[in-house]
């Protein structure tokens, strides 16, 4: 579509203006006087007229949001394009919070296109999220037909989120242990105070606490038939490993403590 400018409305564009729109009035009015037309190519008419109304208010005001969200897509090529900041800092947030499974291969190509880091990563994220919905999409078929670079593209992403998943489950898991061995060692000190008696089967009265369960595995262990039978047992394994590790690292004075294996 063609676009008309005069000098005098476009004088009132100075402030907000794209520097490349504003160099391509520059070039033609040398040429033509006063009037000047560009030539807007692969854009819809009210894409276009979005985009004008927003040059002219220079902002995008609450309300105008679902405007920029209509045009979404379209808006951040042409601020892209026309090297509008503001404006492709909002189509573009308007599209990443528009965003389907349906439409983000489509929108991770237009964000690599228009260098859109923020869109580019949150496409990345929900074909991550929900690849089943991302296949059957339009976008990814026509990808796996036509566009290899960008499906080997798509594939990477996906395997580095997989990994990146795995890794976090991976450190969750070793906090998890540690949390658990944290509090084993403190139901240790609890069990076996070190100025006083050991407190045996009797309830912990610290807050919180969770003495139980190894005063629970204490008792198992008095009693457990297989702790002396070829391969053992699982839960008494577990609990002369705990008096081990107490024993690694008790701080008490000698002959002070009374947890088992120590000293
Ligand atoms: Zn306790
Ligand atoms: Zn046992
Ligand atoms: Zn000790």
């Keep these: 579509m063609l676009l008309t400018f005069w000098f005098g409305i476009w004088r009132q564009l100075q402030a907000s203006a794209s520097p490349v729109l504003e160099r391509m009035i520059d ?12 030539r807007v190519l692969g854009v819809s008419f009210d894409a276009v007229r979005a985009f004008l109304h927003f040059l002219y208010s220079a902002k995008v005001a609450p309300e105008e949001e679902e405007l920029v969200g209509a045009h979404g897509a379209q808006l951040l090529a042409l601020a892209h394009a026309y090297r509008v900041g ?26 690599r296109l228009c260098d859109a880091r ?35 593209e798509l594939l990477q992403l996906l395997e580095d989120a997989d990994q990146r998943k795995e890794r976090w489950a991976r450190e969750r898991a070793a906090q998890e242990a540690c949390r658990q061995l944290g509090e084993a060692m403190a139901s240790l ?56 590790l107490h024993a690694s690292v008790c701080d008490r004075p000698d002959k002070a403590c009374r947890v088992p294996l120590c000293r």
Excluded: N
Aim: aromatic share 6%; net charge positive.
């Design 118 to 152: 923020r869109l580019y990563l949150r496409c990345a994220r929900l074909a991550a999220k929900d690849f089943s919905a991302v296949e059957r999409s339009d976008g990814w078929r026509f990808a796996r037909r036509h566009d290899a670079a960008l499906q080997l």
């Design 189 to 244: 000190d609890h069990i076996f105070p070190s100025d006083g008696p050991a407190r045996g089967d009797a309830p912990c009265d610290k807050a919180g606490c969770t003495c139980r369960g190894l005063q629970l595995l204490m008792r198992h262990f008095a009693t457990c038939a297989r702790k002396a039978a070829p391969g053992g047992c699982a839960r008494c394994k577990r609990m002369l490993q705990l008096f081990r």
């Design 27 to 38: 070039r033609a009015r040398r040429g033509w006087g006063a009037d000047c037309t560009i």
């Design 86 to 111: 503001w404006l492709k800092r909002a189509a573009e947030a308007a599209v990443s919070a528009r965003l389907t499974p349906e439409r983000a291969v489509d929108m991770l190509k237009l964000a």
